[in-house]
């Protein structure tokens, strides 16, 4: 008769059994590692490899009603725990800011350690210091600039308008 967890789909116009189209109607062991994996954001090749079933498979366990319920259950879960995480990162952080104030202004705090707590928090807090550059200062004289043009191809825009102001190329004479 088959697994008691697997039924064959039937075809809607025939009423017979669809070859190769099954759906998952009760949830063994193996679904739910399946869909945890999924839920943490494993791909189907990941998940496949690690409980050694074909990439379909994963595919098939993640597309059932069964698993899909029980994915929105346990991404609930993981979401509800974020939420309580940053609650109380909330919580903590007032607390957190005003030791790394005290740190700060303890004059007997060793100076490298306090510009790493500077340093850290500015980071953590988008205001990352300015990296340093190296700036190259070149300068190129009009004859070095005509040369680079005329190896590079490019005409002299200048002279050629000053030439069809003088009339050499103007239609209006």
Do not use: C
Not at 89 to 95: K, L, Q, T, V, W
Not at 137 to 161: K, Y
Request: proline share 4%; net charge neutral; aromatic share 2%.
């Amino acid at each position: 008769m088959g697994s008691p967890a697997l039924q064959r789909q039937f075809d809607v116009d025939t009423g017979k059994k669809a070859p190769g189209t099954f759906q998952l109607q009760k949830m063994r062991a193996k679904h739910r590692r399946i869909a945890e994996d999924v839920a943490v954001g494993m791909s189907d090749r990941e998940v496949a490899k690690r409980h050694k079933v074909s990439p379909q498979t994963v595919a098939n366990t993640r597309k059932s009603p069964v698993v899909m319920a029980y994915l929105g259950i346990v991404e609930g879960a993981i979401a509800a725990e974020r939420l309580g995480v940053a609650r109380e990162m909330d919580e903590i952080s007032p607390f957190a800011v005003r030791t790394l104030e005290v740190l700060m202004l303890d004059r007997n705090v060793d100076d490298r350690l306090r510009a790493k707590i500077a340093h850290d928090f500015l980071d953590r807090t988008g205001h990352t210091p300015v990296k340093k550059m190296a700036i190259a200062h070149a300068s190129i004289t009009d004859d070095d600039l005509a040369d680079i043009n005329r190896r590079a191809g490019i005409v002299d825009v200048d002279a050629e308008v000053k030439e069809d102001l003088n009339g050499v190329d103007n239609p209006t004479d």
